[in-house]
């Protein structure tokens, strides 16, 4: 198994969770305004998956956070308060997209790009030339320079990271944003976007390789 | 580089292809391969050089993309969200789901 295997930060969040609406419902505006600072970046990257212009994303973000608001008294906690949070937002984006001409269901959107092509990987990086095993790679991966992390994690090849996913069709980019960049649970995921595991998986996957395959480019031709 | 452990390279490690291996890359850090193939996706990152590479790159990749999650963007409106806050907290609560509507 991996230590990267689905590590959502959901399970000591669970017990924050109880005293975070607490305090929201008190009116705290401490507890207030760190909801937005933790929630804001990663509202505002979706939403833009969703409608056309930065400044229509951040109405919708505005728009999203007046609806938690006006909603407080009556969510049940029965989601987790994020999970609520993305849902408003995600209507919101819907209604803006509507009045904008600009959107089409995400089950429907997810399904057309689960299906699309047969491979995640491009099937010329395998080769059945009898030198090795049937579907050996033509060139093998080489592991990339060992080099200190704080190289990895450098700005440049985070913006690289971040360009590559901005790259991505809609619904791998939504996929990947909220599991591996927001760090949600795949049920959480399936949950807010009405999808199934396997096409969670599938859109994961599809995203993930893509990443992958362009991070190693970048790494290799410098 | 690309040395492979297993003596024999018309078969592949694990009785799986390196082309079968990356696409259930994802299943497998997912957890969800079924276990007779994941002890065979095993087998082949014993023995496939090129494919323990992959997997290793896709990790890195992982922790990449997580450290996007780290950055914080600015709130635009951040005032105007905590005046709505606290008009919804200092409304009278029996009417405050209609008068924080603007």
Known sequence: MSDLQVAPADAHEDQDEGRLLAALRTGDEAAFLALIDRHGGAMLRMARLFVRSPEAAADVVQETWLGVVRGLDRFEGRASVRTWIFRILLNRARSRGQRDGHWITFSALAGR????????????EFSD???SWPGH???EPRRWAASAEEELLSAELLRHVSDAIAGLPTAQRTVIELRDVGGWAAADVCSLLDISEVNQRVLLHRARSRVRALLDGYLHDR | MGISMTADRSVAPGGISCREFVEVVTDYLEGVLPGEVRVRF??????CEGCAAYLEQMRRTLLLTGALGTESLPVE????????????RDADRTDARGTVET
């Open chain 2, 77 to 88: 409106g951040r005032d105007r969200l905590l005046d709505a806050f606290r008009g919804w």
């Open chain 1, 113 to 124: 790009e689960a299906a699309r092509g047969p491979a995640a990987i491009d099937p010329a």
């Open chain 1, 137 to 139: 790679w033509v060139r």
């Open chain 2, 42 to 47: 095993e087998a082949h990152l014993a023995g």
């Open chain 1, 129 to 131: 030339d009898p030198s």
